[in-house]
């Protein structure tokens, strides 16, 4: 059974950092990709940025590309997304996701979700 579940989030004010983790279990990770989503009040769900577990290959949305990192350790089959300089606009509830196989932008590519984790940024 797969597993994905993430921790991390919480309240922050402007400028701040949060690190999101994503622990995954029941996967052969070395033949997926794991990505992070957000969804903010209203607005639909988005990317934010993804890993392959096989070589650390990333992508990232413009919106927060040079704040955010991804990252995995694969000795703790745990994601991770490094956030910087936080914004109100960065305020959703974020989702870890895994990809078979490829390293994509479109959630509908994705096979697995994790139950998310509340980022709120105080202005």
């Known amino acids: 059974q797969v597993r994905l579940v993430e921790t991390g989030g919480g309240l922050v004010q402007a400028g701040g950092s949060l690190r999101l983790a994503c622990v995954a279990s029941?996967?052969?990770?070395?033949?997926?990709?794991m990505g992070w989503f957000r969804q903010g009040p209203g607005k639909e769900r988005e990317f934010v940025a993804a890993?392959?577990?096989?070589?650390?290959?990333?992508d990232y949305a413009d919106s927060v590309k040079g704040r955010f990192t991804i990252s995995r350790d694969t000795a703790k089959n745990t994601v991770y997304l490094q956030m910087n300089n936080l914004t109100p606009e960065d305020t959703a509830v974020y989702y870890c996701?895994?990809?078979?196989?490829?390293?994509?932008?479109?959630?509908?590519?994705?096979?697995?979700w994790g139950q998310g984790t509340q980022v709120t940024v105080s202005s």
């Open positions: 996701a895994a990809d078979f196989d490829r390293l994509t932008r479109s959630a509908g590519e994705y096979d697995y």
């Open positions: 029941g996967l052969t990770f070395r033949r997926y990709a």
């Open positions: 890993i392959r577990w096989s070589g650390g290959i990333t």
